[in-house]
């Protein structure tokens, strides 16, 4: 079957880095995309990566290495703000998108 | 309408009660899907539809039913509710033209099954 996997929750201080971890099975792979969900609001998208390698975008970075079914999206600089569920998406050889269940991140003052 | 819209926002329904979950969307995007988010779970697709006049089977379709008249509305559709759908609901769209084709969510509905 097909499988996202990620940490349930993480802990960062403010101002600190974090780094999110996704490890993946799929039937094919189509890009993999991360979300930020803060609590009752919807899903927005962050970052798509489709060739191996870093994709950065301000603060947020995303990493990927197919060959290892894995990704990583970093937070550097961590505000309040970023605390939220970062959600790990594949999409698969049907173009199908495979969710993990998301990883809830606490930031501390 | 900016973006893309859902009604209601949330609901309290009687199991055995129909209900339909409305989504509009105003940014011409071929492509709109509807989720469940439970506690603990990833989204799980319900329905999705390419085009206007198309729809498909998700991971989780049963006791569910969509149309796609046209591009814009894609209402979702619980012929008999059952408390095992008691969840929060989104409809997303995308452009599956274009690249990388990432899904717009609307704010959700959440819903409460008795």
């Known amino acids: 079957g097909q499988n996202i996997d990620q940490p349930t929750e993480m802990t960062a201080t403010e101002g600190a880095i974090v780094q999110i971890n996704c490890t993946y099975q799929t039937s094919g792979f189509n890009g993999l995309f991360w979300y930020q969900q803060h609590a009752g609001e919807a899903p927005t998208f962050l970052s798509y990566?489709?060739l191996d390698g870093l994709e950065e975008k301000g603060r947020f970075s995303s990493f990927l290495s197919r060959s290892k079914g894995y990704s990583y999206l970093l937070l550097k600089e961590l505000q309040m703000k970023d605390s939220a569920s970062y959600l790990c998406?594949?999409?698969?050889?049907?173009?199908?998108?495979?969710w993990g269940a998301g990883t809830k991140l606490i930031i501390k003052p | 309408i900016a973006g893309i819209t859902q009604a209601p926002t949330s609901q309290i329904l009687a199991a055995g009660r129909r209900m339909t979950l409305r989504c509009t969307q105003d940014m011409r995007h071929n492509a709109m899907y509807w989720y469940r988010q439970d506690l603990g779970l990833g989204l799980r697709l319900i329905h999705y539809s390419n085009t206007a006049g198309t729809t498909g089977k998700g991971e989780v379709p049963d006791g569910y039913s969509v149309s796609r008249a046209n591009t814009d509305d894609f209402p979702l559709t619980l012929a008999s509710a059952v408390p095992s759908q008691t969840s929060v609901y989104f409809c997303a769209s995308s452009d599956s033209n274009g690249s990388p084709d990432e899904q717009f969510f609307g704010p959700g509905t959440r819903l409460t099954v008795l």
């Open positions: 990566n489709v």
């Open positions: 998406a594949v999409r698969d050889g049907n173009y199908q998108l495979i």
